[in-house]
């Protein structure tokens, strides 16, 4: 087990899941587009309190996971969160975005709104885990 500050942890999942929030909330609409559903068949605007619960939830143990991959790597600093969030993203997230996408017939411009969502909120927690250093 590598050692990772927990409190560093806390704040980057914060971070991730309120860039998160601001990235569906410009994009919302659009996302659900590409999803092909509307605002009531999404609950009518109603705030969706156990997607949101479990986001946050989620968000913690993608930090905690992103920490130790950065405490491993070596030096923890900004650039060092940064670059482990981009490999990171790049070879988990998008890849599984693709795939998972491409079988369910969805539109690209899902997989581009929801990968482009973590791709930003894996950098807003390196950056902040590497900012606690």
């Known amino acids: 087990m590598v050692h990772v500050n ?3 942890v806390l704040v980057a999942a914060v971070g991730a899941w309120v ?3 601001i990235w569906y909330g410009v ?3 659009v996302w ?11 609950g009518g605007g ?6 949101m619960v479990l986001s946050f939830l989620a968000d913690i143990v993608m930090a ?4 130790a991959a950065i405490v491993t790597r070596g030096t923890v600093n900004i650039a060092m969160g940064a670059c482990t969030a981009a ?3 790049l070879g988990f997230v998008l890849t599984t975005q693709i795939v998972n ?4 017939k969805r539109k690209p411009l899902l997989t581009a709104i929801d990968s482009g969502h973590w791709l930003v909120a894996l950098l807003v927690a390196g950056i902040i885990i590497g900012a606690f250093g």
Do not use: D, H, S
């Open 101 to 104: 996408n491409a079988f369910a």
């Open 46 to 51: 109603r705030m969706p309190i156990v997607p």
């Open 27 to 29: 994009l919302g609409n």
């Open 64 to 67: 905690y996971v992103l920490a």
């Open 32 to 42: 659900m587009a590409a999803l092909e559903k509307t605002k009531e068949q999404m």
């Open 19 to 21: 860039a998160g929030a």
């Open 6 to 8: 927990c409190i560093a």
């Open 87 to 89: 490999i990171m993203w």
